[in-house]
């Protein structure tokens, strides 16, 4: 039982350890960690980088309790997110108020083309988010 008990807890491990990787690396480079490589360096010719950044972040902060300011970030990086899936584009970082994505990096040509509509829906997706009553709207 107890060999058991080791190898679901270390399945588990493993699972939990994949999704967090996911989270942090693109898909190729996670096999290549996976493969061993002992060194993982890559160089792309063309890339497409987009920077986002909530405008009024800091008086936003100031003015809304925390639970009320993380809910409403996580409503709006959730929907970054599912549009990066849909575009695909790699979150790098999102950070207090910024998000910042990358294509081009799998060499997908027309990189620059995912970021455009990717931006696009990220100001659409903006205007459905729930804002609490003393944020008004951004």
Not at 51 to 65: E, F, N, Q
Not at 98 to 118: E, F, K, N, T
């Amino acid at each position: 039982q107890l060999r058991i008990k080791d190898g679901i807890k270390a399945e588990i491990d493993h699972s939990r350890t994949n999704k967090i990787l996911q989270t942090m690396l693109p898909a190729h480079v996670i096999e290549k960690i996976k493969n061993n490589s002992s060194m993982i360096v890559e160089e792309h010719r063309e890339v497409s980088i987009m920077y986002t950044d909530i405008v009024g972040y800091t008086s936003l902060s100031a003015a809304l309790p925390t639970m009320e300011l993380i809910h409403m970030l996580n409503q709006m990086f959730s929907a970054f997110d599912e549009l990066c899936d849909k575009y695909g584009c790699f979150k790098l970082e999102a950070v207090e108020h910024r998000y910042v994505v990358i294509a081009g990096h799998d060499g997908a040509p027309d990189h620059a083309g995912s970021v455009m509509s990717l931006a696009l829906e990220m100001l659409e997706a903006v205007k459905k988010i729930s804002y609490p009553r003393a944020a008004g709207k951004h």
